[in-house]
């Protein structure tokens, strides 16, 4: 589940969880507890990385980016970062702070829909895989 991350790492991922953004704050507040359906953690050590928000049980990751992602160097490094999560079938969903802070119900209306595909996708792998017993 965690890809071998390192522990410092894990220091680092509890230092963020310990400081998180008014966006990460609030998509936290509607996310915790499985109002969802499914549970997510928050800043999860992964690999060489910690995502913000993650469903292991559907293999998905939900990142919420800052200003500071629009500059080059940060754009190449999360695009390498979302290469790498979904060459190990990890997909991950980007929304800016001000996506999450000026209209929450958006971003959970679109959370909603991808864990719904998601779910599809890993019923119809069981079914498969149920299928060649």
Not at 21 to 48: D, I, M, N, V
Not at 91 to 120: A, G, P, Y
Request: proline share 2%.
């Amino acid at each position: 589940m965690h890809f071998s991350a390192s522990p410092l790492l894990f220091g680092f991922a509890r230092t963020m969880r310990n400081n998180p953004t008014e966006a990460e704050a609030l998509l936290w507040s509607r996310l915790r507890g499985k109002q969802t359906g499914y549970k997510f953690r928050r800043q999860h050590p992964f690999s060489k990385y910690v995502v913000d928000f993650y469903c292991h049980a559907l293999k998905y990751v939900i990142e919420v980016d800052g200003d500071i992602h629009e500059d080059a160097v940060h754009q190449l490094e999360d695009d390498h970062k979302d290469k790498d999560l979904e060459a190990k079938c990890i997909l991950v969903q980007r929304f800016t702070n001000e996506e999450v802070l000026n209209d929450i119900e958006t971003v959970m209306l679109q959370i909603h829909e991808t864990l719904s595909m998601r779910r599809k996708k890993y019923l119809n792998l069981e079914i498969d895989n149920t299928n060649e017993l």
